[in-house]
């Protein structure tokens, strides 16, 4: 193993950790065992990992740290002993009772022994360095059979899926050209398609979901047990019509998806090593990621396939139930508090509701009060698949969940005729009637996409985007408005507009732009407007403004754009004004902020600062000097147009 730096000061760690503990003579196991867990947390984060401490296998048993990967699969398991044991006796008590030996290091400060594949295979003296060293080195390069077939099979599946979702589509157009099944079929999925997700999508497009949802469906079926997920769903069901007509005359699904076996069996195997619903979850999230990247980065760029990380979806939801206890004196837990996630994604938001719900309430809440839409196909099939199993978890009964729509949230308001299937229609109508009081989500991030055939998220709204520009555009000062457009803005006006005037909370995670750029200056204003209380917390991760920080390490997204999260309330009864800030520290890193939501819980835990934004709505005024606004302007909108010949400004338009 190539030792860096970092390496070399968790080692050095370690040995000062024990020495300290030798001179104190401390040895009992619960002590001494923490300097080995430092070091394999430190070694774990290098290798992209995480140590978990006692998690409970799906076999009962707690090893004192199990290693899992980005996928979530456990790679390695670690189990201390007192220096005072026997360590060979300890080992053998472990193995018979059912302790995994798959990848597994047992130590006592002195010694270790390493298992893999079921065998001793490494004893090393602990004290010596360039022997722990070595046993580290085997422990995080070892990659179990089945692990190590995943993984061959996942980058495989990621390099070969242009190639076969290519092949997949020459069929597909080959049964364009002579099948008149399912020229009429695919005519009317296409129709439904343009009527209730984007009136520009290309019949392309549409290929391609048809692709999409062949080469998934079985992981879906698999991973999650549910073998009824083509005819539950509603919009896989409408899908399988068109795949039944595709498939009418000479196309044999099975015996093209055979190709895919390989890939297939290797995933489905690897997620057998996965213990409970939530690390499928990830695990799929995962792979779909993968799947994505290697499918169509285009389209994986346009809808910013970024997942959001739980310790965010854990505070934001515990942040909406506080201020629902504390301003309402209601809770997500009472029935007709209403809650709708716009772009829900795999559902995490609504799932992370469903878990805190009472138990008395929560068939009342599932049946009438949860609500999300979701637009790209995948994330629909993931998050129809999480809801219903987090409902039957809690309820040990499987219900389908109603409040999920296919559907543009942008695009709804102009909507009218049929969108996409019956059933999916009237859970569209539904939602429009619902009295709205609670707004969550993760809107999309990414701007600048142009292309419409993708199913594109930039695309024109002209609802929002009127609404945009007699608010936000028309009371900014600025010249270049152009950042306005960004997706995550139109979701911002989107919300506010359907509290409809109601007493409310929108609570975003996203792009925080709009906090200090001068384009988003009307829409700080508006928002003070229409909100009583607004808190954001700063999570930075800004690189485009400052080059040092690496959005891989730094962004809780892995993005470039800074990002923050918003709770925006309307509580009419309170006729203050009050706007909350936090910023974390600037370099922290992506683990230390999440480590960070995940120690304050919620709003009320943070030590907010209290904004007073100046008469152009600046928010961040600290450091700003008020002389500056005595000073000649440079360049003026009015005295460039040749609209104001008195504007102040050195530079004018000539007349």
């Known amino acids: 193993m190539q030792i860096t730096p970092t390496h070399k000061k968790a080692i050095d760690h370690y040995y000062n950790e024990l020495t300290a503990y030798h001179e104190k003579k401390v040895t009992h196991e619960t002590a001494v065992r923490s300097a080995f867990q430092n070091l394999l947390a430190a070694f774990a984060q290098s290798a992209n990992w995480v140590l978990i401490p006692e998690q409970t296998l799906s076999n009962g048993k707690r090893p004192d740290g199990t290693l899992r990967d980005t996928f979530n699969l ?22 018979n009772a059912g302790y995994p030996i798959s990848n597994t290091i047992f130590e006592d400060t002195r010694r270790a022994i390493l298992y893999q594949n079921n065998k001793q295979v490494l004893e090393v003296d602990l004290t010596q360095p360039k022997e722990l060293i070595n046993v580290l080195d085997q422990l995080f390069h070892y990659a179990a059979p089945d692990i190590a077939s995943f993984e061959k099979a996942i980058q495989d599946f990621k390099e070969s899926i242009p190639d076969l979702a290519q092949g997949l589509l020459k069929r597909i157009k080959e049964e364009h050209a002579r099948n008149k099944s399912f020229v009429a079929s695919f005519a009317t999925f296409l129709e439904l398609c343009r009527t209730s997700l984007d009136p520009n999508m290309s019949s392309d497009t549409v290929d391609e979901m048809l692709v999409q949802h062949l080469l998934t469906e079985r992981l879906f079926r698999t991973i999650f047990n549910n073998q009824d997920f083509t005819n539950r769903n509603v919009i896989a069901a409408e899908i399988e019509k068109v795949i039944q007509a595709l498939t009418s005359r000479a196309f044999n699904r099975s015996e093209f ?5 390989r890939f297939y069996i290797a995933i489905e195997n690897a997620a057998k090593n996965l213990d409970d619903w939530a690390e499928k979850q990830h695990f799929l999230n995962t792979v779909y990621e993968r799947f994505f990247q290697g499918f169509s980065t285009k389209q994986a760029d346009t809808h910013g396939i970024v997942y959001t990380p739980q310790e965010i979806v854990d505070f934001m939801c515990a942040s909406v139930e506080e201020v629902l206890q504390r301003e309402f004196h209601t809770s997500i837990s009472t029935p007709g508090v209403q809650i709708l996630d716009p772009c829900t994604g795999t559902g995490n938001f609504i799932v992370n509701l469903i878990q805190r719900i009472s138990g008395g309430t929560l068939a009342h809440k599932y049946a009438n009060d949860l609500f999300c839409n979701e637009i790209m196909l995948l994330p629909y099939y993931i998050a129809s698949l999480n809801i219903e199993h987090a409902y039957y978890e809690r309820m040990r009964e499987y219900k389908t969940f109603e409040g999920i729509c296919f559907a543009d949230t942008l695009n709804l308001e102009s909507q009218q005729m049929e969108l996409f ?5 009237d859970r569209i109508q539904r939602e429009k009637l619902a009295p709205i009081m609670v707004v969550i989500g ?8 142009k292309n419409e055939n993708d199913n594109n998220k930039n695309r024109l709204y002209p609802i929002i985007d009127n609404r945009i520009r007699s608010t936000y555009r028309q009371d900014s000062k600025a010249r270049l408005t152009n950042k306005l457009n960004d997706p995550y803005v139109k979701f911002f006006r989107w919300a506010v507009d359907r509290l409809q005037g109601r007493d409310g909370i929108v609570c975003y995670v996203s792009n925080n732009s709009f906090i200090d750029q001068i384009a988003f200056d009307g829409m700080r204003k508006h928002l003070l407007q229409d909100f009583t209380q607004i808190y954001h917390l700063d999570l930075h991760g800004n690189v485009r403004k400052n080059p040092k920080l690496s959005g891989t390490t730094h962004n809780v997204f892995g993005i470039q754009l800074g990002v923050g999260i918003t709770i925006a309330v309307r509580a009419s009864q309170n006729l203050s004004r009050k706007l909350y800030y936090y910023r974390v520290p600037e370099y922290w890193r992506k683990t230390e902020k999440l480590a960070f939501l995940d120690n304050k819980k919620n709003i009320s835990g943070v030590e907010w600062k209290i904004l007073e934004p100046d008469e152009k709505h600046t928010w961040l005024t600290e450091g700003l000097r008020s002389e500056f606004e005595d000073f000649l302007s440079m360049g003026a909108k009015e005295a460039k147009a040749g609209t104001d010949l008195q504007a102040r400004a050195i530079f004018k338009r000539l007349v």
Do not use: V
């Not at 790679?75 to 026997?86: I, N, P, Q, S, V």
């Open 74 to 95: 456990p790679r390695g398991y670690w189990e201390a002993k007192d220096t005072k044991d026997d360590l060979n006796t300890e080992i053998r008590k472990k193995i």
């Open 257 to 261: 998806l055979k190709s895919l076996d």
């Open 421 to 425: 299937s019956e059933r999916n229609t």
């Open 442 to 449: 993760n809107p999309p991030y990414n701007a600048g996409q």
